[in-house]
């Protein structure tokens, strides 16, 4: 038999854009009316899908739409999807921080919700009396926090501003005395949003070890919404991803990665359309590929081999002389990482054939965002330069085999190294 513990039946939430509530006299009036006939809402039946990238025409929107799943006693449910997909939508409407516009939530225990920094806490009062009042809010008597009180304190790191007003707190300590409290003080189910991303490496990595033991050692529950795939592949057994509020995958963890990240894949790179590029024209570069050269999946990884395929048109009214065309790797922050020129590794290409392909052997990038800037010379003048107009990503994941994720921000390379 099945242990569930928490069930969301046909959640659906529906927001009016532009106006806080139903909007107008009007629309209270007509809601009423209906409601007093035993007829539905009028409104549910306006809405177009949460894509925040478009422009719509109704003012209605579904924020959720249709959500159905169930949670196992002990389960860690990782929650995916990209800014906008319903994740935190979802988790305050779990967390009866917001009421669904539709269906119900099932629920057995007591629920401690991390969904935002300082979400619960008066900014007016000290860590130490925040704990209490967070403790009391989960139905917890003063007896029991005081016993935990001293392993809240010492997990959190802010011994010295405990008796210091919230107020004061940076961002990162609020996050860690907010999630110290509800780690400890033993909610059955723990919602965490992606919170985690304000604490620094050091109490990410304390704060994940904490919700495997909260997991497995003590058989609680756990929603974790994050962007950071190598932690929700290592901390969560099973995924959702959300799209544009609705579920579009569910299972397995490594599966519903593995389709999330898959998505941001982009197979072809329209270059002729970018307006901002300096050079004479003589040569116009069309489109790029960016693929891995990995049997094993299609997704960018550090060690492995990718490849960069550019196409171009050349002018045929010119006598060629010299050619080449270079590619410049840079981060997101638009710093140059590494140049790559077809002239260093050989004399010449040929231009008729309208393409050039670049391999790079395993390639020693961190995970992250990165792009690339393509130039041309011709006849050593500059024919075409475009800037960051080629993105790609290198996924987050176990490159070490150690279960233990790699610091953001700690450079842009990864080396195969040991330690004796």
Known sequence: ?????????????????????????KHDINRWWHRIRGKEDPYLKIGETNDRSVKGESDYVWALQDINFEVERGEVLGIIGK??????TLLKILSKVTAPTTGTIKSRGRIASLLEVGTGFNGELTGRENVYLNGTILGM??????????????????????DTPVKRYSSGMTVRLAFAVAAF??????????VLAVGDAEFQKKAIGKMQDISKGEGRTVLFVSHNMA??????TRGILLENGTIKASGNIMDVTNE??????????ELHKVPKRKGNGLLKFLHANVESLDPSGSLLETFKDIKITIYFSVSQEMDIKQSRIDLGINNYMGDRIAWLSSNVVQDDFDLNSGKITFIIKQIPLAPGDYNFNIYSEINNEVADWLEGV????????????TGKLIPKNQGNLLLEYNVK
């Open 1 to 25: 038999m099945k242990d569930v513990i928490l069930k969301a039946e046909n959640i659906s939430k529906q927001y009016r854009l532009g106006v806080v509530g139903t909007g107008t006299l």
């Open 83 to 88: 800014n906008g997909a319903g994740k935190s």
């Open 141 to 162: 008597t003063k007896k029991e926090i005081t016993a935990k009180l001293d392993e809240i304190i010492e997990f959190s790191g802010c011994e010295r501003y405990i």
């Open 185 to 194: 003080l033993e909610p059955e189910i723990l919602v965490i949003d992606e």
């Open 231 to 236: 932690a929700v592949q290592n901390l969560c």
């Open 260 to 269: 999330y990240l898959n998505s941001h894949i982009v197979e072809k790179i």
């Open 390 to 401: 080629i993105p790609f990503t290198i996924i987050e994941k176990d490159y070490y085999s």
